[in-house]
Every structure is written in structure tokens, then in C-alpha cells.
Nanobody, 122 residues
């Protein structure tokens, strides 16, 4: 499984960004895809996840109501729509794949994409 994350950038507080995670090497029906983020002085934490089969979702409390995770089966892509962004959302965002639902520990994820930087200015 190969993952490629994209869509990061610089945005003002209150703005929006959409991250994409393109997956290849599937099938992915047995996988869950998670979006993690890691700030300069913090651990890598799970912010949202989606189960490919069935579409079950998970959100960290810090992003509930602002972020939406979704998948496009035809494009084998998972999206993270981020609205009402805050400076504390600034981090490198990673997508990762895991064969078990729901795993929140980054060390348990088998496959990772390269990170994409999200910077939210105040």
C-alpha cells in the first residue's frame, strides 16, 4: 500500500483547506485510513479516521464539527476537509493505513504517506 498526501498550505485563521490522500497498491476494503498531525513539539496524534468498507468515521474532540473525512472509492482517495481553521491546527499532517478499526496509536499503523504542512496564521 502506498499513500500520497497533498493539499497543505498557508491559510488565515477561519479559513479552509482540503487535504487529499491518494492510495495505491490496494484493494483497500479491509483498511482504515487515518489522518494524523504532528506539531513542532508534540507527538503524532490521530485527528480523523475512516473505515474504507462502510465509511465509519472517527474524529478527535479538538476537530469535531470543523473537520470532515470522506473517501472516494473510484479515485481511491481519502479527503480531509478542514474548516474554521485555528492557529493550533498548525502541524504536519500525515495519512496512514491500518487493517484494524479503530486504532489511535500512530505506532500501530503499517503504512504512511509523506507529510503535508498546514500553517494557520492568526
Amino acid at each position: 500500500v502506498q499513500l500520497q498526501a497533498s493539499g497543505g498550505g498557508l491559510v488565515q485563521a477561519g479559513g479552509s483547506l482540503r487535504l487529499s490522500c491518494a492510495a495505491s497498491g490496494g484493494p483497500f476494503s479491509s483498511y482504515a485510513i487515518g489522518w494524523f498531525r504532528q506539531g513542532p513539539r508534540s507527538e503524532r496524534t490521530l485527528v480523523a479516521a475512516i473505515k474504507w468498507r462502510g465509511g465509519m468515521t472517527y474524529y478527535a474532540d479538538s476537530v469535531k464539527g470543523r473537520f470532515t473525512i470522506s473517501r472516494d472509492n473510484a479515485e481511491s482517495t481519502v479527503y480531509l476537509q478542514m474548516n474554521s481553521l485555528k492557529p493550533e491546527d498548525t502541524a504536519v499532517y500525515y495519512c496512514a493505513a491500518e487493517g484494524t478499526w479503530l486504532v489511535t496509536d500512530a505506532s500501530q499503523y503499517a503504512y504512511w504517506g509523506r507529510g503535508t504542512q498546514v500553517t494557520v496564521s492568526s
